[in-house]
């Protein structure tokens, strides 16, 4: 019956030494084999062969924590670390982050949470998403602590904590302000108050709302929310519920210090990236931003180079033609790693500390750079795809608000579309 399929944990230092899975706690079996929740594998440093790799620095991910801290003036820091943590690896993030005193973690989805705790992660962490399905139980087992806005969710956790006995289960209340995706409306509010009350099995420690618009260039947006959601606290303290953290800050609410109430749920500045307003970064200029580290690198090489005549083409269906004779490097990183196709054409990656254009369509697996203003170039030197580099020609960065505005979509998906296929080395520094 033993047959829980476990995550190999990629928590590996640049000297490829991995965290022992067995030091995760061992946990109880509640659904049959076939139900039970499955984590995917990604390929695990030990066995890469190919030289793409994405670098996580786990300084600058407390150095952000430490910036972040001071931005939220009092209030809990919950680290986001859904969708693998940004794409960094969730495990070792947490690790990382709890072993810097982080005050807890909020994650999307229940699976997010169970991996969390196989990692050894003992810290409060909210299930943010509010869809339970089959995990109720689940829930309550790994301690993790949901966010309620529906009466279904209410009668299944008083009922499973009825059948268990002892201590009320603390959930979250989610209320509506602006955002319509989930939780309850305000006006809505004082008879989902009166079905709490009808259900003792549950305690609300927390009030929590999402902000819209956190980076629009106005704040009016902002403070719409904020004054429906200090209505909903009101209105929730007049029958007699008064939650001990009210939160609803995201990254760019933190960095504007608006909204910080009791607790922040800051998720890419942990990430050392500063929401944009107007395509100027939050952390331009602005003192204390400038503290947040990126922290992550994507780095390939180049595996194969050509010399490639005036007027001839390269890649599928011809995009680029050579204006010059030119020298053509392969690098082995395409759509299929995450790498956005839309770069087809657009952006550049770094060589020997200099930036190298795309020559012609992302492929799945490899994409063309011209390196013609790149004498010297030859196969196995770095390819920076993300990050900085330092090399002959000078020193120089890529930033994710760059390859963003080039794939013509925002930080928060580059991160997240980096693929399995992709290992991710962690350095202490
Ligand atoms: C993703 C998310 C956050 C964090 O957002 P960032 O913009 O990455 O800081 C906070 N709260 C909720 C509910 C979220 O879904």
Same mark, same amino acid.
């Given at each position: 019956?033993?047959?829980?399929?476990?995550?190999?944990?990629?928590?590996?230092?640049?000297?490829?030494?991995?965290?022992?899975?067995?030091?995760?706690?061992?946990?109880?079996?509640?659904?049959?084999?076939?139900?039970?929740?499955?984590?995917?594998?990604?390929?695990?440093?030990?066995?890469?062969?190919?030289?793409?790799?994405?670098?996580?620095?786990?300084?600058?991910?407390?150095?952000?924590?430490?910036?972040?801290?001071?931005?939220?003036?009092?209030?809990?820091?919950?680290?986001?670390?859904?969708?693998?943590?940004?794409?960094?690896?969730?495990?070792?993030?947490?690790?990382?982050?709890?072993?810097?005193?982080?005050?807890?973690?909020?994650?999307?989805?229940?699976?997010?949470?169970?991996?969390?705790?196989?990692?050894?992660?003992?810290?409060?962490?909210?299930?943010?998403?509010?869809?339970?399905?089959?995990?109720?139980?689940?829930?309550?087992?790994?301690?993790?602590?949901?966010?309620?806005?529906?009466?279904?969710?209410?009668?299944?956790?008083?009922?499973?904590?009825?059948?268990?006995?002892?201590?009320?289960?603390?959930?979250?209340?989610?209320?509506?302000?602006?955002? /319509?995706? =989930? %939780?309850? *409306? $305000?006006?809505?509010?004082? &008879?989902?108050?009166? #079905?709490?009350?009808?259900?003792?099995?549950? !305690?609300?420690?927390?009030?929590?709302?999402?902000?819209?618009?956190?980076?629009?260039?106005?704040?009016?947006?902002?403070?719409?929310?904020?004054?429906?959601?200090?209505?909903?606290?009101?209105?929730? /303290?007049? =029958? %007699?519920? *008064? $939650?001990?953290?009210?939160? &609803?800050?995201?990254? #760019?609410?933190?960095?504007?210090?608006?909204? !910080?109430?009791?607790?922040?749920?800051?998720?890419?500045?942990?990430?050392?990236?500063?929401?944009?307003?107007?395509?100027?970064?939050?952390?331009?200029?602005?003192?204390?931003?400038?503290?947040?580290?990126?922290? =992550?690198?994507? *780095?390939?090489?180049?595996?194969?180079?050509?010399?490639?005549?005036?007027?001839?083409?390269?890649?599928?269906?011809?995009?680029?033609?050579?204006?010059?004779?030119?020298?053509?490097?392969?690098?082995?990183?395409?759509?299929?790693?995450?790498?956005?196709?839309?770069?087809?054409?657009?952006?550049?990656?770094?060589?020997?500390?200099?930036?190298?254009?795309?020559?012609?369509?992302?492929?799945?697996?490899?994409?063309?750079?011209?390196?013609?203003?790149?004498?010297?170039?030859?196969?196995?030197?770095?390819?920076?795809?993300?990050?900085?580099?330092?090399?002959?020609?000078?020193?120089?960065?890529?930033?994710?608000?760059?390859?963003?505005?080039?794939?013509?979509?925002?930080?928060?998906?580059?991160?997240?579309?980096?693929?399995?296929?992709?290992?991710?080395?962690?350095?202490?520094?």
């Amino acid at each position: 019956m033993q047959t829980r399929v476990r995550m190999r944990y990629e928590a590996t230092t640049m000297e490829e030494r991995e965290f022992s899975v067995s030091e995760a706690p061992s946990v109880p079996e509640f659904a049959a084999p076939e139900e039970r929740i499955m984590k995917p594998r990604r390929a695990a440093p030990a066995d890469v062969v190919r030289p793409t790799r994405a670098e996580v620095s786990l300084d600058a991910l407390r150095c952000n924590l430490h910036a972040i801290r001071q931005k939220a003036a009092g209030a809990k820091v919950w680290a986001v670390l859904k969708a693998d943590a940004y794409g960094h690896g969730a495990p070792a993030v947490a690790r990382t982050l709890e072993r810097a005193k982080v005050d807890g973690f909020c994650v999307a989805l229940v699976e997010e949470g169970v991996e969390l705790r196989e990692a050894g992660i003992t810290g409060p962490i909210l299930v943010m998403g509010g869809y339970y399905g089959r995990a109720y139980e689940e829930m309550l087992a790994r301690r993790l602590t949901p966010v309620v806005y529906d009466r279904e969710h209410l009668e299944t956790f008083a009922r499973l904590v009825r059948a268990r006995g002892g201590e009320p289960l603390a959930v979250h209340l989610k209320v509506d302000t602006g955002m /319509a995706r =989930l %939780g309850v *409306r $305000p006006e809505e509010i004082p &008879a989902f108050a009166e #079905a709490l009350a009808a259900h003792p099995e549950l !305690r609300v420690e927390g009030l929590m709302t999402h902000l819209a618009s956190a980076d629009a260039p106005t704040t009016e947006s902002l403070e719409h929310q904020q004054s429906r959601f200090e209505a909903t606290s009101k209105t929730l /303290a007049l =029958l %007699g519920i *008064r $939650p001990t953290y009210r939160h &609803a800050a995201n990254s #760019a609410a933190l960095l504007r210090e608006m909204a !910080r109430y009791d607790a922040v749920r800051p998720g890419i500045a942990l990430f050392g990236v500063a929401p944009t307003i107007d395509g100027v970064s939050m952390a331009a200029g602005s003192g204390r931003d400038a503290d947040l580290v990126p922290s =992550l690198r994507v *780095r390939s090489e180049i595996i194969a180079l050509r010399d490639v005549p005036a007027g001839e083409t390269v890649g599928y269906s011809g995009l680029f033609r050579t204006s010059r004779p030119s020298r053509i490097a392969t690098v082995a990183m395409g759509y299929a790693d995450g790498l956005a196709r839309a770069l087809t054409n657009r952006g550049s990656f770094l060589v020997r500390g200099k930036r190298a254009p795309v020559a012609g369509a992302v492929s799945m697996d490899m994409t063309m750079i011209d390196v013609t203003d790149h004498p010297g170039a030859v196969l196995g030197d770095e390819v920076v795809i993300l990050g900085r580099q330092e090399g002959p020609f000078g020193r120089d960065e890529i930033t994710l608000d760059e390859l963003a505005a080039h794939a013509g979509t925002i930080s928060w998906e580059v991160l997240t579309h980096l693929s399995r296929r992709v290992p991710r080395f962690y350095r202490e520094a």
